[in-house]
Structures are given as C-alpha cells and as structure tokens.
C-alpha cells in the first residue's frame, strides 16, 4: 500500500512562491495518477491539480493555470506542486492524493489514497 507524506508548507508573501513536495512509499508509486487538493478556512475541499503516471498529462483548476505547475520524478517516488505568483486566496491546507488506475479527475472520491497536508498561508 501507499502511503503519501506532504512538505514545503509555510508562510510566503503574496507574489511569492512555494514548492510543495508529495513523497510516496510502498510499492508501484509510478502507476498512479497524483493529484493536489486544498481546502481553505471555511471552505469545502477542491481540486487544485493532477498529473498521470507518466507525467505525459496534467490538468489544472481554472484557479491555479499558468501559475501552479504539477510535475513528479518516480525514481524519487515524489509529485512536485510549484506555486508561483502566490495570492492570499491560495491559503488552505494543502493534499496530495492517489488514484490507482491512473486516471486524472477533479472528483475527490475517485482518490483512494490521502495525506495529512500542508499549511500554506499567503499573506497580503
């Protein structure tokens, strides 16, 4: 089974950037789809971003395009979220989760596997 662990949380001011990394254990990380989630105080949880196994296709909310990039080196068993551009409303706790048949979705219970999160906070 896998297990998924977040880090490169922290407190940035806006305009500024974060790397957030996604670091897997068990067997057969390279076969699963990642996706990043957040959820902001008082908000629902969303989708932020998604990338295949491969890397080859990745999909983004309309929210984050052209400035969040998802990217992920198996060898290291790790998915990357590079966060530029930052803006007070990209604060939230953020996830990284699993989906075992390598199909990238914004649906959230199509993820079988989730972390604890990360803090991100931006401040104005």
């Known amino acids: 089974q896998v297990q998924l662990v977040e880090s490169g949380g922290g407190l940035v001011q806006a305009g500024g950037s974060l790397r957030l990394s996604c670091a897997a254990s068990?067997?057969?990380?390279?076969?699963?789809?990642i996706g990043w989630f957040r959820q902001g105080p008082g908000k629902q949880r969303e989708f932020v971003a998604a990338i295949t196994w491969g890397g080859a296709n990745t999909n983004y909310a309309d929210s984050v395009k052209g400035r969040f990039t998802i990217s992920r080196d198996n060898p290291k068993n790790t998915v990357y979220l590079q966060m530029n551009s930052l803006k007070p409303e990209d604060t939230a706790v953020y996830y990284c989760?699993?989906?075992?048949?390598?199909?990238?979705?914004?649906?959230?219970?199509?993820?079988?596997?989730w972390g604890q999160g990360t803090q991100v906070t931006v401040s104005s």
């Open positions: 989760a699993a989906e075992l048949t390598n199909w990238i979705t914004k649906l959230q219970s199509q993820y079988d596997i």
């Open positions: 068990g067997r057969a990380f390279s076969n699963y789809a």
